[in-house]
């Protein structure tokens, strides 16, 4: 596997670029490349495509790099869009994108995920797959190229995005993403084929899968109350939101029939008072 080193391979380009911390990784409380899981298991990477102070500013992006990681089996790094002055380094030095925790390049991941918050990062999308040396359309991708999966709710209408991902998630990803990602490892494990993955994910209902008749239904979260634990990286340079959340509810009693995220986040789920201090105790 290869494996970039910013302070090793990066040295000659990031003093050429604004905010080179985007790029550096190293953060407290990132996951540790060096224990035990990260030898083995399923080794993948959550993408926001959009700027570092964006996607580390984003909730969905901390809930899942907590819950893939708090797995024994799965390593899960992060990436985010580069900047259009990192890029066109890294497109001038033929460097190809990598994932922030282990240097891995995109290519060599056995799955990326992307959380898509909102339509404008349909781009970003592109910027990350392409950078990362991923063919931008599923059809075109080779045996040894990861798994790319869409999630979130930009995406609640997957149709436009059907050329660049193998799958996209439909709900949210605590209730049964944890299942797609044992299956995966196990296939890994096996010898399986790419199509032999694309092939099981047939059997997940919350898949929305390119061509495939069946319908598929989204999932909510059942089990708010008690989220996943474990350390998220604390950034080192400013974020858009520079502060640490905490999500007490999720969905709305409201309902308004023009309101996207009242719909798609239903339906409504309250932490317990006891939850919500446990979970500030910790940050």
């Not at 404008?120 to 190229?145: C, H, N, P, Q, Y």
């Not at 059997?203 to 634990?229: C, H, N, Q, Y």
């Not at 080192?236 to 520079?242: A, G, N, T």
Request: with cysteine; charged share 25%.
């Amino acid at each position: 596997m290869t494996r970039i080193i910013p302070e090793r391979d990066l040295a000659d380009i990031l003093p050429l670029v604004q905010m080179p911390g985007r790029y550096t990784g190293g953060e407290f409380g990132a996951r540790d490349d060096d224990a035990p899981s990260s030898k083995d298991g399923l080794r993948t990477a959550i993408c926001f495509p959009d700027l570092y102070e964006i996607g580390m500013s984003n909730t969905a992006v901390k809930l899942l790099y907590q819950f893939l990681n708090q797995r024994d089996d799965v390593v899960c790094d992060r990436v985010f869009a580069p900047a259009p002055d990192f890029e066109r380094l890294l497109i001038e030095k033929n460097i190809p994108l990598f994932s922030l925790e282990s240097g891995t390049p995109l290519c060599e991941l056995d799955m990326l995920g992307f959380s898509v918050g909102y339509e404008l990062s349909a781009t970003g999308i592109l910027t990350v797959l392409d950078r990362g040396w991923i063919s931008l359309k599923r059809e075109d991708r080779g045996a040894t190229e990861p798994i790319i999966i869409g999630g979130g709710p930009a995406l609640s209408n997957p149709a436009p995005f059907a050329d660049f991902f193998d799958a996209i998630y439909l709900g949210e990803m605590e209730e049964s993403f944890g299942e797609l990602v044992s299956a995966l490892l196990e296939l890994k494990k096996s010898g399986a084929s790419r199509q032999e993955k694309l092939d099981r994910f047939t059997d997940f209902d919350a898949l929305w899968i390119p061509g495939r008749k069946e319908r598929a239904s989204r999932v909510p979260w059942k089990g708010f109350s008690s989220p996943p634990t474990g350390k998220v990286p604390v950034q080192s340079i400013s974020v858009v939101q520079d502060h640490g959340v905490i999500e007490i509810m999720r969905g709305c009693p409201n309902g308004c029939r023009f309101c996207h995220a009242g719909n798609y986040y239903r339906p409504v789920r309250q932490k317990t008072f006891s939850e919500i201090v446990r979970e500030a105790d910790e940050l």
